[in-house]
């Protein structure tokens, strides 16, 4: 089992930044790819960014491109999203998940999901 808890969210003009945290509870973080989505009001979930287990490999959905990294410290059990240069579309519930020796974007491959934090994104 794990559990995962996000925070850093906020409410951020436009341009600004804000620093997402994933905390993982157990031992094996470094067997979970992790995984980032965001809900906006009544929108479909849709995939932000993941990183592999190892750290080795990310990916990230177009709009966020060279805006938004995804990193992890497998020592600290923390996964996160730096994100710049905030839209307002940007705004939504930002959820962490993990996925067990798997990557990719389908939100099906992610056994464990985070509470969510809300960002904010003012013009």
């Known amino acids: 089992q794990v559990q995962l808890v996000e925070s850093g969210g906020g409410l951020v003009q436009a341009g600004g930044s804000l620093r997402l945290s994933c905390a993982a509870s157990g031992r094996t973080f470094s067997t979970y790819s992790m995984g980032w989505f965001r809900q906006a009001p009544e929108m479909e979930r849709e995939f932000v960014a993941a990183?592999?287990?190892?750290?080795?490999?990310?990916y990230y959905r177009d709009s966020v491109k060279g805006r938004f990294t995804i990193s992890r410290d497998n020592a600290k059990n923390t996964a996160y999203l730096q994100m710049s240069s905030l839209k307002p579309e940007d705004t939504a519930v930002y959820f962490c998940a993990a996925a067990k020796l798997q990557f990719g974007t389908s939100a099906r491959l992610y056994d464990y999901w985070g509470q969510g934090t809300q960002v904010t994104v003012s013009s």
């Open positions: 990183i592999r287990w190892s750290g080795s490999s990310t």
